[in-house]
C-alpha cells in the first residue's frame, strides 16, 4: 500500500516570509509528484509536478524532489494571505492510473 | 470549457437509503476517477474507469458501493444502502492520457452527509 506522508499542521508563516511544506512518500517506485492547493470548501487544484530530481521553480513557487531519500518539498516565496490553504501532496507511478495523496498541510500566512 | 460537473453539490440522507452521485468529465478526457475525502482518511481514490471501462476499483469499500460509465461523458456512483460512516465529500476528477500524467481535473465535490 502506498503512502504518502505530511505534517497536518496548522503551519503559520508570517506574510513575506517563505513557506516550506514537506512530503514524504513509501514507494521508490514513485515516478512522478504532485502539489494540489485546496481551499476551505473547494477542490484541489494542481500547482506544481516534478518528475526529475532536483528543483523546478515556477513563479514564487519552487518543488524539491530528492528520490534518494523519498522526499518532496513545496517552497512558497513572499508569501500572501491568499496562500492560506491546504497542500496536498500526490504521487504516482507514472502512468495515468490516479494519484496516491497525502492528507495535506493546513498553511496560514498571518497578514 | 466547462470542466468538471457533479451533482448534486449537497445530499442529505437518511440510513439504509439509496443515494446516486453523478459526474459529467470534461470532453475528450479518457479518464475518469472518483475520490472520497474526510477528514481522517483525506483523499481516497475509490475507483476509476479509461474509455469507460472500470480499471481499478480495489479501492471501493464493500459492495454497497458501485460505480458505472455508461458512455465518455457520464459516471454515477451509488451507495446503497447508505450509513453514516459514509459521509463524506466524494470528488470526481479527469484527465487525458495525452496530457500530463498526473494532472487532474476536480469537479466541485459532492458533500454527502447521512444520518
Known amino acids: 500500500q502506498k503512502e504518502v506522508e505530511q505534517n497536518s499542521g496548522p503551519l503559520s508563516v508570517p506574510e513575506g516570509a517563505i513557506a516550506s511544506l514537506n512530503c514524504t512518500y513509501s514507494d521508490r517506485g514513485s515516478q512522478s509528484f504532485f502539489w494540489y492547493r485546496q481551499y476551505s470548501g473547494k477542490s484541489p487544484e494542481l500547482i506544481m509536478f516534478i518528475y526529475s530530481n532536483g528543483d523546478k521553480e515556477d513563479g514564487r513557487f519552487t518543488a524539491q524532489l530528492n528520490k534518494a531519500s523519498q522526499y518532496v518539498s513545496l517552497l512558497i516565496r513572499d508569501s500572501q494571505p491568499s496562500d492560506s490553504a491546504t497542500y496536498l501532496c500526490?504521487?504516482?507511478?507514472?502512468?495515468?492510473?490516479?494519484?496516491?495523496f497525502g492528507k495535506g498541510t493546513h498553511l496560514i500566512i498571518q497578514p | 470549457d466547462a470542466g468538471v460537473i457533479q451533482s448534486p453539490r449537497h445530499e442529505v440522507t437518511e440510513m439504509g437509503q439509496e443515494v446516486t452521485l453523478r459526474c459529467k468529465p470534461i470532453?475528450?478526457?479518457?479518464?475518469l476517477f472518483w475520490y472520497r475525502q474526510t477528514m481522517m482518511r483525506g483523499l481516497e481514490l475509490l475507483i476509476y474507469?479509461?474509455?469507460?471501462?472500470?480499471?481499478?476499483d480495489s479501492g471501493m469499500p464493500e459492495d454497497r458501493f458501485s460505480a458505472k460509465m455508461p458512455n465518455a461523458s457520464f459516471s454515477t456512483l451509488k451507495i446503497q444502502p447508505s450509513e453514516p460512516r459514509d459521509s463524506a465529500v466524494y470528488f470526481c476528477?479527469?484527465?487525458?492520457?495525452?496530457?500530463?500524467?498526473?494532472?487532474?481535473?476536480f469537479g466541485e465535490g459532492s458533500r454527502l452527509t447521512v444520518l
Open positions: 476528477a479527469s484527465s487525458a492520457s495525452g496530457g500530463v500524467s498526473g494532472e487532474l481535473f
Open positions: 470532453s475528450g478526457h479518457d479518464y
Open positions: 500526490a504521487e504516482s507511478g507514472g502512468g495515468a492510473d490516479g494519484l496516491t
Open positions: 474507469f479509461n474509455n469507460n471501462v472500470p480499471i481499478d
